[in-house]
């Protein structure tokens, strides 16, 4: 089992920035993948950023030049440091770690933490 606990969400304003953070707790030495998604209501959960423990990152599209995910394994944490923050990027952030698929790939969620991009 893993245990996701997220935080640093908040309320900003156009063109501001927020950092995200993820601590993971259990059975960290199995996990191989960690990504932050985020969901509006009404809508599908969308896949934001993704590191891998040998540190490969991706983003989507729409975050690419304004986001950046990092990790510090000393402290097991994953961090999405979020820039240029748009009214759009406005939704509830969750953490996803996923085990090696050796052991089954099996994924954990954190709470959520809720971004509103407002002025």
């Known amino acids: 089992q893993v245990q996701l606990v997220e935080s640093g969400g908040g309320l900003v304003q156009p063109g501001g920035s927020l950092r995200l953070s993820c601590v993971a707790s259990g059975n960290i030495f199995l996990i191989t993948l960690m990504r932050w998604y985020r969901q509006v209501p009404g809508k599908e959960r969308e896949l934001v950023a993704g590191i891998t423990s040998s540190g490969s990152i991706d983003y989507a599209d729409s975050v690419k030049g304004r986001f950046a995910i990092s990790r510090d394994a000393a402290k097991n944490t994953v961090y999405l440091q979020m820039n240029s923050l748009k009214p759009e990027d406005t939704a509830v952030y969750y953490c996803?770690?996923?085990?090696?698929?050796?052991?089954?790939?099996?994924?954990?969620w954190g709470q959520g933490t809720q971004v509103t991009v407002s002025s």
């Open positions: 996803n770690h996923v085990y090696n698929p050796v052991y089954g790939g099996r994924e954990f």
